[in-house]
Every structure is written in C-alpha cells, then in structure tokens.
C-alpha cells in the first residue's frame, strides 16, 4: 500500500481487531512527510485535524472542504477543519484506515508546510 | 470564514516571475535612501494609503467592515502596487532587499512590543505569523524573479498561480496594515472587527501555498525517485510504538 504526502486517513488509536471499537481519539490525519521517507519504513509523519474550528490560530492552518478533494470511496465525510500542526506525529501505517479520506489541495499541503516551517522556526 | 474567497478577483495577466518584489510595507529607514522628490512622492503615496487604511478600522461592527473593505481594497491594493513599482525604480535592488528586510523585523518587533498591549495575544501571534510567512513568501519571490524563465507549456499554469498569488498575498497585507494603521495613529479596533481583520489574515497560508507551487514548477520535486535500502530495525518499531502509546495519552480534544 502506498501512502503519498497531503492523502487524508482515519487513523484508529488502537488496533480495532483487537477493540472492535472506534475510540474518542481516532481522528482524520494528513501525511505531510515526504514520498520517499513514506515508501521506507512501517511509519508516516502526519497531522492531526479537529473539526473544532475555534483551534484555528496563527499556525493551526483552518482548511475547508473546498481545499479538499473528498474521496468517493470511502464513506467517512469531510468536514472544515483545522490542521493541529503544533501535534505533528509519527503514524504506524497499520493504523490509517482505508480507503484514504481524500486529498488536500496542492495551496493547502504547501499552506501547512509553511505552518509547520513556522513551527520549527524553519526561516 | 470563508469571505476571503467571495470578493471578486481583479487579477494581473502576467506570471509568478513578471511580480514586482514584494515591497509595499513600510518602513522607517526608507525615508535615509531615498532623494528628496522620491520621498516626497512615497509619503504622498503613504499617506493615501492611511486615508484608506484609517477608513477600515475607524468601523464598529463586522458588518461595516466588511463593507468599507469591499469599496476600498482595491485602491488599498493599487496603492501598495505603485509604493512597490516606484521602489524598484528609484532604489537600487541591494538596497531595496536590505530595506524590505529591515521593514520586516520591524515589523516583528513592533508586534512583539506592542501587540499583546493593543490586540490581544491571540491576535498578536496571528499577525506575528502573517509577518513572518510574509517574509518567507518574500524570499520565494525573489528566487523566482531572479531564477531561470520558465518554459512555454508551463507559463499558462504559473499566470493561474500568479493571479491567485497576487489576491491573496494582497488581502492579507490588507489586514496587517489594518493592524499597523490602528498602532501608527493609536486607534482602537473593536473586538468584532478584530475578529475579521484575523480572519483575514489567514490569506497569508494560500499565499505561500501559492509562491511555493510556482517554485515547484521551476525546480521541480525528486519526490518520486526510489529511495535508498533501508532497513526497519527493532529500534525503529520501539519508537514508533512509543510514539503511538503517547498518542494515547495526547490531550486534544475528541475529534
């Protein structure tokens, strides 16, 4: 399974063969590291989103749907939302649910690498 | 939320590398460069800006903003645009980049200074991030101007960018001027109309999304090349468990 930078995952907190069921903390991510850092190892690096809009802040990038492109295989719905960059994490890719949500917009992908270089002072 | 894409796009026809540099934020050294009929000709054009600038945010609601914003951000625009044209014609491009850097770190410091005081720190930290990716799209652009010409089957593709480029990077040097008119002349902004200016504001991250594609399209990714062997070793999987097991306890909200 390949996995590209700005695809949109459900990602399970735990492993949900083992639980059965979905928990308060499994969210939509988006996979901001590279293709090929994604295509090396069992990881991804990826951002958190929350369709609690009021987090939008300096470098909690708001993205809205219209900076989505949804996809039509997948029955889980996209909604405005803000990118956590401040909560960048490493993924297992057995956690992100598939199909893939969607896709970011190429504006918005590149929008949350300069959250993220601003995150890092990255100047 | 969205009003940022509702006002009607007055675009420019030519690409990313025709752009003149971003140069329309003032600054208090630029006056030490300049002769004196350059600097009489740049305060006429200032002060043309405050009238419009001091207009904004001399409003109480949302609403009125919102509107006075409709009437008078394209004069606000044209108005940087011919501060920016006359600053590449009367000042010599080395000192024009130092003075453009200069007028950024003033402007971060301002904000530093005085902008939790005037704004709130929430507003403050937004304007600090839109100065900053400003000066990061500001360093894009230059590489742009000065980089190779870009070939014929791209150039339609980077004046889509550029169009979308040149409104955004505008709305958002709207709202931050908005910002430092009310610090320049010590007006207050209201509560609601802070809220839209913050809004507006956000612009800035299409901007550099935008700057950033025009990049890519002239020095294009190695993204897709194979990568080197690697081997996922024990150590590899004890820190992306570990990694997961924290994600447990992370302390974000439910989705």
Known sequence: MEFKQGEIYWVMMKDTATTGAEQKKDRPYVIVSRNQINRLGQHV?????????????????????????????CARKLVDSVALTDHIRVLDKSRLEQPKMGDLSETARLGIEGALAYVFDIR | MDSVL???R??????????????????????????????ELFKAILSVLNDLLLRAIDVQTREEFIALRSQIFDDT???????????????????????????????EADLTEHGAKKFGVVARDQAIFTVWTLRKINRLLSRIVEGPPISAELKERDKE?????????YWAQFHIECLFAAMR?????????????????????????????GIALRWPSQD???????????EDQELLDSSMADMEEMEIEEY
């Open chain 2, 185 to 213: 002349f010590k007006k207050p902004i209201t509560p609601d109309v802070l809220d839209e200016i913050c809004d507006g504001l956000r612009a800035v991250v299409n901007a550099y999304g935008l700057v950033r594609q």
């Open chain 2, 224 to 234: 897709n090349e194979e990568p080197g062997t690697f081997e996922w070793d024990e």
């Open chain 2, 77 to 107: 625009r044209k108005t940087q645009k011919a501060m920016g044209s006359l600053a590449m014609v009367v000042i010599p491009k080395p000192t024009l980049d130092r003075l453009v850097w200069e007028s950024f770190s003033e402007m």
């Open chain 2, 161 to 169: 960018i550029a169009k979308d480029f040149s409104f955004y990077v």
């Open chain 2, 6 to 8: 509702e006002i009607e």
């Open chain 1, 45 to 73: 690096v990826a951002v958190p989103f929350t369709s609690k809009l009021r987090h939008a802040c300096a470098h909690r990038i708001l993205i809205p749907t219209t900076q989505m492109v949804p996809n039509p295989a």
């Open chain 2, 10 to 39: 007055n675009r420019p026809q030519g690409g990313l590398g025709e752009l003149p540099t971003f140069v329309g934020l003032p600054t208090k050294n630029s006056a030490r460069v300049l002769s004196e009929e350059a600097a």
